[in-house]
């Protein structure tokens, strides 16, 4: 998806340069390398295209989704050059499947919205074109001009970020909108081929993950673009090179001028994506996770085994996405903050104060650090106060006060997770003896689970009553 851009695009409105459909609906042949070109610099901007013909790639059009495709056909009938392009090239070429499909074209979104029913715009400085169909949504982007590197226009900021970023332009501009070699491929609906300018086709299959462009002053145009490197080599299993590893090192600072609503959004995709251990163990390693986790960074400075809780809860997380069970934000941002809450807790107890209330206490500490990095929505929030709180409720097993837990919404989740601390080494066993017991004499009524864009799940769902037409 191209929601970064639209979230970059703040400031004045820039020049709306008009992309020129092309005549005759014929993709404009790009001219073929004898030598593939590399992209060393920015400075080097002039990008030659290869292209794979469909004899050479595995690329199939039975492995691409139906609703893609026809976007793809109807663009193409029309006149337009459309592509397939970024994250779905990228796993379609690994054997993997995408998650979803992005569409890059040159007509304007307002060409596109034309050609479409049930197409919506969204954005007010970055249009781009939706396609709705049911709950899927094919995004169509324009092809993007680069800006000339300069700042003669306020476009970065005065440390190199993007501030706005909606000039059209044509493929090969296009390709400089783009981060890593391997998100950067275009598969032509025109002729099945893959045109390729940045040698992502060879960096894909030698699974090396690879800056287009400058790494540091890509990085510094957008600095979300490191995280997105420690994303793509944990779900990939990609190998990040030296001058990322350097560029990480040096400029993970800047990632503290990301506002948190997405950062937010980027730690969300990085620890629902089916590999946060891997994600985890790499933020760790490349010293961001104190840009996201600024408390449990130092409490794990402090003390790495709290290091075993979080990744046994971020394996569960793992298990639950590859079995395509629900997950909720809530239950990580708790796992995550376990830790320092414990800390800050402790503390309160230490000057004095009950334990209920220092845990109270500390819960609102904890969690308004937090959110000043990453906005949690306080839909999950209130969820994480739920499951923290009913950690000490747990030693209540008789009476009414037990009763109440077992019905509380959100018991699974409060169980589940103090088995992680159980199995993490904090002395919980005889807690988590009794409440497994119980459940099996008595099964807690069926709980609500929340996605991660908050509906609200239950195994019994009420089926919507069919509507019933009108008689004539
Ligand atoms: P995933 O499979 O996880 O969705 P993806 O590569 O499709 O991975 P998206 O976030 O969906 O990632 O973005 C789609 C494409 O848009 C990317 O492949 C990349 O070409 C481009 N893109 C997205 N975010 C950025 C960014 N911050 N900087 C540059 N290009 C980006
Ligand atoms: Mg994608």
């Known amino acids: 998806m191209l929601k970064w851009l639209s979230s970059l695009a703040r400031g004045k409105p820039g020049k709306q340069g008009a992309a020129k459909k092309q005549s005759g609906g014929a993709p404009r042949r790009q001219k073929k390398s004898t030598g593939k070109k590399r992209a060393s610099a920015n400075a080097d901007r002039q990008l030659d295209a290869v292209r794979i013909p469909r004899a050479e790639h595995g690329i199939s059009r039975k492995d691409i989704d139906e609703h893609a495709l026809k976007v793809l056909y109807r663009l193409r009938k029309a006149g337009y050059h459309a592509c397939l392009v970024g994250g779905a090239v990228r796993d379609l070429a690994l054997g993997m499947k995408p998650k979803d499909f992005d569409v890059a074209t040159d007509a304007t979104p307002e060409e596109v919205n034309r050609l479409f029913r049930n197409c919506r715009l969204i954005g007010r400085r970055f249009r781009l074109a939706h396609i709705h169909f049911g709950r899927q949504i094919i995004e169509v982007a324009t092809f993007r001009a680069d800006h000339d590197g300069g700042d003669s226009d306020g476009r970065l900021d005065e ?22 070699t391997a998100n950067a491929l275009y598969y032509d609906i025109e002729d099945f ?41 944990a779900k990939l299993q990609f190998t990040i090179d030296d001058e990322i ?17 997405r950062l937010y959004e980027e730690t969300l995709k990085l620890f629902h994506s089916g590999h946060a251990v891997e994600s985890f163990q790499q933020l760790h390693e490349y010293r961001l996770l104190q840009y996201l ?17 979080i990744e046994l809860a971020l394996q569960s997380t793992d ?59 306080r839909r999950f929030t209130t969820v994480m106060r739920d499951i923290w709180s009913m950690q000490s409720r747990f030693r209540y097993r008789k009476g009414r ?35 497994t017991e119980k459940q099996k004499r008595t099964p807690p009524p069926q709980q609500q689970h929340e996605d991660e864009a908050g509906h609200k799940r239950s195994g019994s769902r009420r089926r919507r009553r069919p509507r019933r037409r009108k008689p004539q």
Request: contains cysteine; charged residues 25%.
């Open 401 to 435: 006060r037990a009763h109440s837990l077992l019905n509380h919404p959100k018991f699974r989740a409060a169980y589940d997770f103090i088995c992680l601390r159980g199995e993490a080494g904090e002395d919980v066993s005889e807690d988590v003896q009794f409440w």
């Open 293 to 309: 986790f600024p408390q449990t960074a130092t409490m794990i400075e402090q003390d790495e085994s709290v290091v075993k809780f």
């Open 245 to 261: 590893t350097r560029a990480i090192h040096q400029l993970g600072g800047l990632l503290q001028d990301i506002p948190p609503a």
């Open 159 to 180: 440390s190199g970020r993007i501030l706005r970023d909606n000039v059209y332009g044509d493929i090969a501009q296009d390709v400089w909108r783009r981060d890593f």
């Open 193 to 233: 081929s893959v045109i390729d300018f940045v040698d992502g086709w060879r960096d894909i299959h030698e699974r090396k993950l690879r800056v287009i462009g400058d790494t540091e002053t890509r990085f510094r145009e957008d600095p979300v673009r490191m995280i997105r490197a420690i994303r793509f080599a």
């Open 319 to 377: 298990k639950r996405i590859q079995a395509g069970l629900p997950v909720t934000p809530a239950f990580l941002f708790a796992a995550m903050l376990w830790a320092p809450l414990q800390k800050q807790a402790e503390q309160g107890v230490a000057e004095g104060m009950p334990y209920a209330m220092a845990m109270q206490q500390a819960i609102a500490e904890v969690v308004g650090q937090q959110v000043r990095t990453l906005s949690i929505p």
